[in-house]
């Protein structure tokens, strides 16, 4: 079992940079991969981005990739998501979550194990 507390959301402007950090409790935190989600209020809950156990292999939606940066630090139990040129379409909720079986794409909610509480991101025009 795994547990996931986010934090470094906050309020900032368009154009703008925020990292949310993401500290996992356990000792097999290395042989979970990772995932960033976001969700606003009335709508499905949508993938930002994964990374391989090792942080070798990384993944975004189209909607952040060439702005947002996965990555993580295995010897630290932490993920992080270093969010560049925010938008304010970028203001969501957004969580951190970790799956515990490496042979799926990633993308999908139903494939993570672990969820976050959400640390709230707001972008403003």
């Known amino acids: 079992q795994v547990q996931l507390v986010e934090s470094g959301g906050g309020l900032v402007e368009a154009g703008g940079s925020l990292r949310l950090s993401c500290a996992a409790s356990?000792?097999?935190?290395?042989?979970?991969?990772m995932g960033w989600f976001r969700q606003a209020p009335g709508k499905e809950r949508e993938f930002v981005a994964t990374v391989s156990w090792s942080g070798g292999t990384t993944f975004y939606a189209d909607s952040v990739k060439g702005r947002f940066t996965i990555s993580r630090d295995n010897a630290k139990n932490t993920v992080y998501l270093q969010m560049n040129s925010l938008k304010p379409e970028d203001t969501d909720v957004y969580y951190c979550a970790a799956d515990s079986y490496s042979g799926r794409r990633h993308i999908e909610v139903y494939e993570y194990d672990y969820w976050g509480q959400g640390t709230q991101v707001t972008v403003s025009s």
């Open positions: 356990g000792r097999t935190f290395s042989s979970y991969v």
